[in-house]
């Protein structure tokens, strides 16, 4: 017979209006991990499923993958995306792959007639030296706050509508995104134009970074120019 092991889930945000409650407490066999018992609480409040690709986890305090392993006793948290900025642009961190489709549809609306996104990939080689996968890590509420500022700089220099901006944190293996901003406007060359700026101011301020692995190594990438 498996063993049998107790957990405490803790939602936030919308998670925790789709299931009605900010802390349960489920059983789950072993051996366990943050999908089975997300699983779990999908099975117990079908709302969830709703946000699946867009929620965030924790368990005890520390951003886990969904392969993360459980034992007795853990918390679970279940996390919207950190967002931040106001009115109906959108800049997120996240530890999730990026839906640019969901993130396209949330920003554009009829009056648009433009939609330009730049997607920032991992390659696989730096310089002739081959790559196996990127990781990056950040202060996220700054982050979050410089990405805002260049949302409110690109609406200053250019008529556009929406601008969105959707940063990756953690492990990314090659040929995923990274990065992801979505300018929306009534026509081509503004959206074009803003969505240039955006990509190259992030690269200068926001506090994220990148380390690259290699087969014989690692190293952090400095942002000190657009690339």
């Known amino acids: 017979m498996s063993e049998r092991i107790k957990i405490t889930a803790l939602l936030f945000g919308l998670a925790r209006e789709a299931a009605g409650a900010q802390t349960l ?56 995306p950190v967002s931040g900025g106001e009115g109906e642009d959108l800049f997120e961190i996240t ?63 250019w008529p556009i509508n929406r601008v969105g901006m959707i940063h990756r944190l953690g492990r990314i293996e090659i040929t995923e995104s990274s990065v992801v901003i979505i300018v929306t406007s009534a026509h081509r060359k503004v959206a074009f134009e803003a969505c240039q700026y955006s990509i190259d101011r992030l690269k200068k301020i926001v506090p994220i970074w990148k380390k690259e692995y290699f087969e014989d190594g690692a190293v952090w990438v400095e942002n000190q120019e657009a690339k």
């Open 25 to 80: 407490e489920i059983e789950l066999d072993q051996p366990a991990a943050v999908e089975t018992a997300f699983a779990e609480l999908k099975r117990l409040h079908p709302k969830l499923a709703q946000l699946d690709r867009s929620l965030l986890f924790a368990v005890n305090e520390e951003y886990a993958d969904r392969a993360r392993s459980l034992a007795d006793g853990d918390r679970l948290a279940i996390l919207p």
């Open 95 to 157: 530890r999730e792959p990026i839906d640019i489709a969901n993130l396209r549809s949330r920003l554009l609306r009829g009056e648009s007639g433009a939609v330009v996104i730049f997607d920032g990939v991992a390659r696989n080689n730096t310089k002739g030296r081959r790559t196996l996968f990127l990781e990056y890590e950040g202060y996220v509420e700054m982050a979050l706050k410089t990405m805002a500022e260049i949302g409110a700089e690109a609406h200053s220099k």
